[in-house]
C-alpha cells in the first residue's frame, strides 16, 4: 500500500508562487510514476503534470507549462510542484497520484494511488 500526503496549499496572490509538497510511504516510492492533478469547484478533474520513477522525463498539462515545475527526490520520498505566475484559474484542490505504470500515461488512466488533496485559492 502506498500513503501520499499533500502539503503546501493556501492561499496567494494572482502572480505569486506556491510549492506543493507530495509525500509518501508504504511501498518502494521509487518504482512509481507521480502526477499531480487538480480538481476546480464544478469541474472535472485534470491532469497537471507528472514525473518518471527515475526524475528524468516530466510531462505538463498545457495550461501550467512555463509557470509549474514539477521534481522528485527519491531519498526523501518526496515530489514537489513548483507554481509560479499564479492565476486565479489555478484555484482548486491539488492530488498527487502514484502507480507503476509510465508517466506518460499518466494523465489518460486509471491511478492506484491517491491523495487527500490540499486547496490552493488564487485571488485576483
Known amino acids: 500500500q502506498v500513503q501520499l500526503v499533500e502539503s503546501g496549499g493556501g492561499l496567494v496572490q494572482a502572480g505569486g508562487s506556491l510549492r506543493l509538497t507530495c509525500a509518501t510511504s508504504?511501498?518502494?516510492?521509487?518504482?512509481?510514476?507521480v502526477g499531480w492533478f487538480r480538481q476546480a469547484p464544478g469541474k472535472e478533474r485534470e491532469f497537471v503534470a507528472a514525473?518518471?520513477?527515475?526524475?528524468?522525463?516530466?510531462y505538463y498539462a498545457d495550461s501550467v507549462k512555463g509557470r509549474f515545475t514539477i521534481s522528485r527526490d527519491n531519498a526523501r520520498n518526496t515530489v514537489q510542484l513548483q507554481m509560479n505566475s499564479l492565476k486565479p484559474e489555478d484555484t482548486a484542490v491539488y492530488y498527487c497520484?502514484?502507480?507503476?505504470?509510465?508517466?506518460?500515461?499518466?494523465?489518460?488512466?486509471?491511478?492506484?494511488?491517491w491523495g487527500k488533496g490540499t486547496l490552493v485559492t488564487v485571488s485576483s
Open positions: 514525473v518518471s520513477w527515475s526524475a528524468i522525463s516530466t
Open positions: 497520484a502514484a502507480d507503476p505504470q509510465p508517466a506518460s500515461v499518466l494523465r489518460k488512466t486509471t491511478i492506484d494511488y
Open positions: 508504504g511501498r518502494t516510492f521509487r518504482n512509481l510514476a
